[in-house]
C-alpha cells in the first residue's frame, strides 16, 4: 500500500505530532521536501510532505499565515512538517490555526528529528511499495502466463480480471465481444462497441480511457496486434485508477494476447494458403481431391450447398498512382465475413486472389447474411442513400459478385456466376449483385451499358439518316415488324398501311444496312439495338 502521513506519524523514530488536519492523514505521499523558500509553490508538483523551520516566513502573522497556507494546499501539497526548537521554540499559532482552517495536515517536528530522516522514510517506503508492486507485478505475469498457456484466452481474462479487481473483455477484429470474465460484464462490454471501432481506426498500438456516468466503472481500452489494423481489443473495467501492480498485470496480458493474436496470424495464413489449393482444385473439377486436401479443416463446408462470393476494388488514394487495388476494402469485407463464421461456429474458406478476394460460404450461413449486410453498409455510405445512377463504378469502390447455390461439381460454373455478377454489379454502379437476380429479372436492363448503346446508334444510324430526310419511317416499321415476329399482315395493321408497302421499306432497311432480314442474328442485333435506344 501506498506511503500516507499517518504511516509517518506512526514511525517510532521520528516522533513526528499532528497539530491540525487530523482526518486527512490518510493521503499518500510521493515526497518529501524541504524548502525555506517564502512562495514555494512554483517548485512543487503536489503529493509532496513539504518541511520548514519558518525561516523566511511571518509565522506569527494570522494573514500571512493563512495566505500562505492556502497557496500550498492549492498546488497540492499534502502536508506541512514543522521543525521546532530551530527559529521557534513551538509552531506559531497563527500557522496552527490556517492550517485547520484550511483542511492542512501540519506536522510537529521535533529538533532531535532532522528533515533527512524524513525524507529517508518516505524514499525507503516509496521504494518499499514500488518493489511490492513490482514483484505483484512479477507473479501476476506469471499467474496469466499459466493460465493463457493451459486455458486459452478464456482462462487469461478470468486472471486478468482477478488481478485488477474489475472485469475483462476480449473484442474481435470487427469490435464484437467473444469472451469476457466474469460473465456478468458481457452487457457492460456490449455497450462499448463503438469506442472499440474508433480505437481500431487508429494506428496500433492504441489505447484510450472511457469514463462511465457516476455510478459505472472506468474502462482502458487497448488495441492488440503489430500491423496496421488492430486484430483484436483488450477492455478493463476497474472502481478506480490502476495501480502499479495492476498495470503491470494489464500489460501483461495486452503482450500475452499479442502473441495469441500473432500466432493466430501466422496460422491464419496458413491456413488461406491451404484454402487456395482447395479452391484451385473445386475449380478444376476435382471434388474428391479437395476434399482430401481440406481434412476437418473445413468441417462439412465442402458437402453441403454453398455460394462462392468474388469481391474487388480499384485503386484508392495512394495506391491509385500505382494502380493497385485498395487493401482497406477487401481488408474490412475480410474481417466481416470471419467475425461472423466464428461467432456462429461455421467453417469458411476465404482466399485472396491477387486483387481480388474470393469466399466460399455455406449457403445461407452468417458468413454470406455478413457480405450482404456489409456491401449494403458500404453502399449507403457511398450513395448517401439516394438512388445511384446505371453507371461503372468509381475507382476505389468496393465490387461484390454472389454465385448461386452450388455443390461441389459444380463449384467452376458457381465461380463463373460470381464473376459475371460481379461485372455486372460495375458496370450498374451497384456494390453487390447476386446471380439468381440476374437470372430471375431480364436481359434488358444490361442493354444500358455504353458500349451497347454505342453499338444501337451506329448499327441504325443510317436508317434514323433516311427518316429525318422525310423519306419513310423505316425505324418505326422495322420495330413493327420485329415484334409480330416478320407477320406482314399485322405488323401493317400496326402501322395502318398496306403489307406492299411495309414489304417495300424492309426491302429498303437490307439495302441501307447491307445485311438481310432473314438471318436470325440479324434480326436478334436490330431488335436489341431498338430496345438499346428507346431506353434513352
Known amino acids: 500500500m501506498p506511503l500516507t502521513l499517518a504511516s509517518l506519524v506512526h514511525h517510532?523514530?521520528?516522533?513526528?505530532?499532528?497539530?491540525?488536519?487530523?482526518?486527512?492523514?490518510d493521503v499518500p505521499v510521493r515526497w518529501a521536501h524541504a524548502s525555506e523558500l517564502a512562495d514555494p509553490v512554483p517548485y512543487m508538483e503536489g503529493g509532496e510532505l513539504l518541511l520548514i523551520t519558518a525561516l523566511k516566513l511571518d509565522a506569527e502573522n494570522p494573514d500571512a499565515m493563512r495566505r500562505y497556507v492556502k497557496r500550498l494546499a492549492g498546488a497540492g501539497v499534502v502536508g506541512l512538517g514543522f521543525a521546532v526548537g530551530v527559529h521557534y521554540e513551538d509552531i506559531p499559532a497563527a500557522l496552527v490555526e490556517a492550517a485547520r482552517e484550511e483542511g492542512l495536515p501540519l506536522l510537529e517536528v521535533p529538533r532531535r528529528t532532522p528533515f533527512l530522516a524524513i525524507s529517508k522514510a518516505v524514499s525507503a517506503a516509496i521504494a518499499a511499495d514500488q518493489y511490492r508492486a513490482v514483484t505483484a507485478g512479477f507473479a501476476a505475469q506469471r499467474e496469466l502466463t499459466r493460465h493463457a498457456l493451459s486455458d486459452g484466452p478464456e482462462g487469461l481474462l478470468t486472471a486478468l480480471a482477478a488481478q485488477v479487481d474489475g472485469w475483462a473483455a476480449l473484442y474481435d477484429a470487427s469490435g464484437a465481444v467473444v469472451g469476457t470474465a466474469p460473465e456478468w460484464a458481457g452487457r457492460r462490454a456490449a455497450r462499448l462497441t463503438a469506442d472499440v471501432q474508433r480505437l481500431r481506426e487508429r494506428p496500433a498500438p492504441a489505447s484510450s480511457v472511457v469514463a462511465g456516468p457516476e455510478d459505472e466503472d472506468r474502462v482502458e481500452l487497448h488495441s492488440?496486434?503489430?500491423?496496421?489494423?488492430?486484430?483484436?481489443?483488450?477492455?478493463?473495467?476497474?472502481?478506480?485508477?490502476?495501480?502499479t501492480a495492476e498495470r503491470y498485470a494489464l500489460h501483461s496480458a495486452i503482450a500475452l494476447l499479442t502473441l495469441t493474436t500473432e500466432r493466430s496470424r501466422s496460422l491464419h495464413a496458413a491456413e488461406q494458403r491451404i484454402g487456395a489449393a482447395v479452391l484451385r482444385m473445386l475449380l478444376a473439377g476435382q471434388p474428391d481431391h479437395a476434399r482430401a486436401v481440406a481434412g476437418d479443416l473445413y468441417g462439412g463446408l465442402l458437402d453441403a450447398p454453398f455460394r462462392i462470393i468474388v469481391a474487388e476494388t480499384g485503386p484508392a488514394s495512394g495506391a491509385r498512382d500505382r494502380g493497385e487495388a485498395d487493401p482497406d476494402a477487401l481488408g474490412a469485407l475480410t474481417e466481416a465475413v470471419e467475425s461472423a463464421a466464428a461467432r456462429s461456429g461455421e467453417a469458411v474458406l476465404v482466399v485472396p486472389e491477387g486483387d481480388r478476394l474470393v469466399v466460399l460460404a455455406a449457403d445461407g450461413a452468417a458468413a454470406v447474411t455478413a457480405c450482404c449486410d456489409h456491401a449494403a453498409a458500404h453502399e449507403a455510405a457511398r450513395t448517401g442513400g439516394a438512388a445511384r445512377p446505371l453507371v461503372g463504378a468509381d475507382e476505389?469502390?468496393?465490387?461484390?459478385?454472389?454465385?448461386?447455390?452450388?455443390?461441389?461439381?459444380?463449384?467452376?460454373?458457381?465461380?463463373?456466376?460470381?464473376?459475371?455478377?460481379?461485372?455486372v454489379a460495375r458496370r450498374r454502379g451497384r456494390v453487390l449483385v447476386e446471380h439468381e437476380q440476374m437470372a430471375a429479372g431480364s436481359v434488358l436492363p444490361l442493354l444500358a451499358d455504353d458500349a451497347v448503346r454505342a453499338f444501337a446508334d451506329g448499327l441504325l444510324r443510317a436508317l434514323h439518316e433516311h427518316d429525318a430526310t422525310g423519306r419513310g419511317d423505316l425505324v418505326a416499321s422495322l420495330r413493327a415488324w420485329?415484334?409480330?415476329?416478320?407477320?406482314?399482315?399485322?405488323?401493317?395493321?400496326?402501322?395502318?398501311?398496306?403489307?406492299?408497302?411495309?414489304r417495300y421499306r424492309m426491302r429498303r432497311v437490307e439495302e441501307i444496312l447491307g445485311r438481310s432480314l432473314d438471318d436470325p442474328d440479324v434480326r436478334m442485333e436490330l431488335w436489341l439495338a431498338l430496345k438499346a435506344t428507346s431506353a434513352d
Open 396 to 423: 476505389g469502390d468496393l465490387v461484390v459478385g454472389l454465385s448461386a447455390p452450388a455443390g461441389p461439381i459444380a463449384a467452376s460454373a458457381a465461380y463463373k456466376q460470381a464473376g459475371q455478377a460481379l461485372s
Open 224 to 243: 492488440l496486434g503489430t500491423g496496421r489494423r488492430p486484430r483484436a481489443a483488450l477492455a478493463v473495467g476497474t472502481a478506480a485508477a490502476l495501480g
Open 12 to 25: 517510532t523514530a521520528l516522533k513526528l505530532t499532528v497539530r491540525a488536519g487530523e482526518d486527512r492523514l
Open 482 to 502: 420485329l415484334s409480330r415476329h416478320g407477320q406482314w399482315d399485322a405488323a401493317a395493321a400496326d402501322l395502318g398501311v398496306h403489307r406492299h408497302t411495309l
